[in-house]
Every structure is written in structure tokens, then in C-alpha cells.
């Protein structure tokens, strides 16, 4: 999908793009752009732990809204809820923070585990710029 979106009259206008994998679930990733190209017909109807597996896809767009695909499938409940009680600004912050202490926590412990010459990397999908400037700051 792609849509173009302008907030307030007089805003500047910004097109999104998005991608959707669907199955008996669907898993989806997004962004700014001028658009993505067609997806892959071959792959539909494919098993899509086999797409991952075998590096099939076609960009990253159509990797993360896959993996989102296995992800939302495979998936345990959460081990903790936290709700979030302040300002929108406060909520804002709180969020960021803790996207980005369990990213930290995840990379910490992947390089201790994994002692690699290039760093982890981290896929963020949905990200704001709090949680980048989180992310980076922490």
C-alpha cells in the first residue's frame, strides 16, 4: 500500500508506504517513501518460516513484514504489562525508554554470548524519534 498523508492544511504532505504478508494472520512493515516495488508472486502461497530460512525474499520491506507474519504466530503472552498513566509527553518518553532499555538488554546479552567482529544490529519497525534518540542515547 502506499498513501499519501498531510495532518493540517498548509502541512507538508508525506507518503507512506506499507507492506502486508498475510496468512491466517498477517504481519506488516512500513515507512517513508516513494513506494515499493511489486512483491514477489512466487512466494505466495509459500511457507514463510522457509522464506526466512532460505533469504527469499525480495527487500526488507518484504523481510519485516514477513518475520512479523512468524513472529505474531510464534509468540508467547507477555511476561509483564505495563500501562502507562501520565502526559502524552510522559507517556512518550516512558515508552521510549523502555523500547530502548529491552533493546540494550538483547544486544548486551547477544554480545556476550556472540563475540563477533561487527556489532548487532537492530531492526526497529514502527520506530518514533523518541525511541531512535533512545535507542542511540542508551
Known sequence: MSFLVQAE???????????????EGYGRSGGLGPGLPDPDPDLVGEDTRRILRERLWRD????????DLVIGQVSRP????IVLDDTLRGKYVARAKIFADEANHLVQRRGSEHRTASPPRVL????????LNALANG
Open 9 to 23: 492544511p498548509g502541512e507538508r504532505k508525506t507518503r507512506y508506504t506499507m507492506r502486508i504478508a498475510q496468512s
Open 78 to 81: 507477555a511476561d509483564e504489562r
Open 60 to 67: 526488507e520491506s518484504d523481510r519485516a513484514a514477513i518475520a
Open 124 to 131: 526497529v519497525v514502527g520506530a518514533t524519534a523518541g525511541i
